[in-house]
């Protein structure tokens, strides 16, 4: 089983940009699709990006779209967020979650999909 590790959660200005790191060790990370989630107080977890195992394929929440981006460098066994234009809204523990058993172009944009979650960092973002 892959364990995940999240870093980089800060507190940044509104309208700057932060970047994400999900680091798996236990595992070689080539044989999971990943994710982005994030939970808000007083909010479900959500889902704010995917990427398949080849790294081909990613997929967004419409309130990301445009500003994040999902990578991954296997090689590393990490993955990235990187979050540009920030808002206050935007303010959350971000976690990052791993599926195996997918096809190499696969994404997933539930949590009931993933099986294997990090502990999460917190990214705060002021007005």
């Known amino acids: 089983q892959v364990q995940l590790v999240e870093s980089g959660g800060e507190l940044v200005q509104a309208g700057g940009s932060l970047s994400l790191s999900c680091a798996a060790s236990g595992d070689t990370l080539d044989r999971y699709a990943m994710g982005w989630f994030r939970r808000s107080p007083g909010k479900e977890r959500e889902f704010v990006a995917a990427i398949s195992r080849s790294g081909s394929s990613r997929y967004y929440a419409d309130s990301v779209l445009g500003r994040f981006t999902i990578a991954r460098d296997n090689a590393k066994n990490t993955v990235y967020l990187q979050m540009n234009s920030l808002k206050p809204e935007d303010t959350a523990v971000y976690y990052c979650?791993?599926?195996?058993?997918?096809?190499?172009?696969?994404?997933?944009?539930?949590?009931?999909?993933?099986?294997?979650w990090g502990q999460g960092t917190q990214v705060t973002v002021s007005s």
């Open positions: 979650a791993a599926r195996s058993g997918s096809g190499v172009t696969t994404y997933f944009s539930r949590r009931e999909d993933y099986t294997n």
